[in-house]
């Protein structure tokens, strides 16, 4: 779907979104005019009948030929059925087409929405909340659904009605045309006011709503931290404190927009009571036919009345406006790692991989790498140890392309990877993290999580492999256990077998563990270094650990500080050093000084 540019107003940015939907859109605005002027008939109808009863044989349908009552009247019952089987079957048409093309438009900016989401880089989702994205790919959406499918019918109706009543006023009684038509430039004024007090007021709404479902997604993630920490009414009070802001700024666009209508109606009486009497002194002067005075206070409501729902209609109007501009404002939001062209086949991959003078900083923060320099031989396992926010998990990130380097680059095979295609990147590299994410489904299904179409017996091997099949054929429904979200029903060591058998059935020719046992008990560890000796053969491993002992067995470990490589070497070359990664086994060892180089 196409889009517009950010400085773009929100309705011409959706008119330019609806173009691909034009002959939709086209059909169902013909539908919605069709509809009305069928719905103003019924006034001509029951002026030509006045006219009937009270010219009799010199009526204006006598002027047709039909030249007695009876006959005029079987025309009117004829045309009547007409009329109002072309109104139902127009008011179906549009109903039907609007509502397609508002689940359809609906259905694709959630999608594009989404799909764009997926190509922005981390530091967006760290800047902003769940929350909020959430809000826009739920009720904004939805709000602009709602607007599609009801409210741009009823503006096209009520130009409509304008246009068509207006004209026939004009050629009957352009007197009281005029009368009729005083107000309305008070009604356009006073609408056209009141929609640009409005927006401002919805798009506090808007805001409102994204901080409280951001507060609520966060309190339902971290139920366990509130309940043992007794925050309960600290919590209620926080989010009792937001609701009221929503509220408070709801309550701020109702009192303005419920305003409205009760303004409007006191303009349209006034024009009401001028038309009923100098429309009535003209038919009683004879200047008019009976009949057609009959007709213009008939259609003077059907003009008049249906401008006390434009406040309703500009309310919507402008709900969906405001929810619109945060759609395409996502969807604005540049793409700060494009992928490249570089095709890379996953089974040619042969993992070598080198960071060349990098430099790197998080937005706002020093840089952490400067100038990085490390090279890591096609298949070899690497250990990456340090203190906290020495840049071994950053190392992982810029790797996966998760952030942009500053300068310097990085190569796959020799290839710089901003050059690769990024699912290629992605394809060939797989990672194990700490912070293991389970979806909800099945124990299935989260094994074989990116390799979709993986067959149950490869998967029951991968489990295997990951010494994770013992605990998965104790559980109730065995590999079609539901593990609940984020796989709550599973324990922590549990919930690391499962990562590691969805990399053994990956099968990436680069692998990343990053800490993925420093959660676990020593029992799992063990399982998981079983596991980790037969899933680092034959290629390229990285190996982020606190716990020197992960470490302990790899081809070579760097020591980080601070974003730097202090120390590099075999776990007995590092020992015998007596550097910073002797004095930290020494450390996790238990050991005395003496002993640290033992």
Not at 338 to 348: C, I
Request: one cysteine or more.
């Amino acid at each position: 779907m196409a889009r517009a540019s950010g400085s773009a107003s929100a309705l011409q940015r959706l008119l330019i979104t609806l173009r691909p939907h034009r002959r939709l859109v086209w059909l169902a605005a013909a539908c919605s005019v069709l509809n009305k002027l069928f719905d103003l008939a019924p006034p001509v109808l029951i002026g030509l009948a006045v006219d009937v009863v009270v010219q009799q044989d010199t009526s204006w349908l006598a002027s047709l030929g039909f030249t007695t009552v009876p006959a005029q009247l079987t025309l009117l019952a004829a045309l009547s059925f007409v009329i109002w089987s072309a109104e139902s079957l127009f008011e179906y048409l549009f109903g039907v087409l609007w509502r397609n093309l508002a689940q359809t438009v609906q259905h694709e900016l959630r999608l594009e929405a989404y799909g764009h989401l997926q190509r922005l880089q981390m530091a967006f989702f760290e800047a902003g909340s769940s929350g909020r994205l959430m809000t826009i790919l739920g009720d904004d959406i939805n709000q602009l659904e709602r607007f599609l499918d009801h409210g741009a019918n009823e503006i096209l109706q009520l130009i409509t009605t304008v246009l068509a009543v207006g004209g026939a006023m004009l050629v009957l009684s352009p007197t009281v045309a005029g009368a009729a038509f005083v107000p309305i430039p008070v009604i356009l004024w006073g609408s056209l006011r009141f929609q640009r007090q409005l927006a401002p007021r919805y798009a506090e709404v808007r805001e409102a709503a994204g901080d409280l479902a951001s507060s609520l997604a966060n309190n339902l993630g971290g139920m366990l931290t509130i309940k043992s920490y007794t925050a309960e009414a600290w919590e209620q009070a926080r989010l009792t404190e937001q609701s009221q802001a929503y509220r408070q700024a709801n309550s701020r666009a109702i009192r303005l927009s419920a305003a409205f209508i009760p303004l409007i109606r006191f303009a349209i009486l006034f024009a009401f009571l001028a038309i009923l009497v100098i429309g009535g002194l003209q038919a009683w002067r004879g200047a008019i036919a009976v009949g057609s005075y009959s007709f213009l206070v008939f259609i003077t409501q059907r003009l008049l009345w249906p401008l006390t729902s434009l406040g309703r209609t500009l309310d919507d109007y402008q709900r969906a406006m405001a929810s619109t501009s945060r759609v395409l404002d996502l969807l604005a939001t540049p793409v700060a790692i494009p992928s490249g062209d570089t095709r890379l086949p996953r089974a040619l991959v042969q993992g070598e991989l080198r960071f060349e003078a990098v430099t790197f900083g998080y937005e706002g923060r020093e840089p952490l790498l400067r100038g990085f320099d490390l090279t890591i031989p096609a298949g070899s396992t690497i250990g990456i140890v340090g203190a906290t926010g020495s840049g071994k998990s950053t190392l992982v990130k810029l790797l996966l392309r998760l952030y942009s380097i500053q300068a310097g680059r990085i190569l796959l095979d020799g290839l710089p990877i901003e050059t690769l295609r990024l699912n290629d990147l992605r394809a060939a590299i797989g990672l194990v993290s700490q912070e293991v994410f389970l979806f909800h489904g099945t124990v299935a299904e989260n094994i074989a999580y990116g390799s979709f179409d993986a067959p149950r017996a490869a998967v029951e091997r991968a489990a295997a492999l990951a010494e994770a099949a013992g605990f998965i054929e104790a559980l109730p429904q065995r590999y079609d256990t539901v593990v609940g979200e984020r796989g709550q029903r599973l324990s922590g060591g549990q919930r690391q077998r499962i990562a590691l058998a969805r990399a053994i059935l990956k099968d990436p020719p680069v692998l990343i563990l990053d800490e993925a046992t420093a959660a676990v008990d020593n029992e799992t560890e063990a399982a998981i270094q079983r596991s980790l000796e037969r899933l680092t053969a034959e290629r390229t491993t990285l190996v982020i650990a606190h716990r020197l002992s992960t470490v302990r067995h790899a081809d070579s470990i760097v020591v980080l500080e601070q974003g730097r490589i202090v120390e590099r070497g075999s776990h007995e070359q590092l020992i015998g050093a007596a550097g910073p990664y002797a004095n930290l086994w020494r450390v996790q060892a238990g050991l005395r000084p003496e002993e640290a180089v033992q």
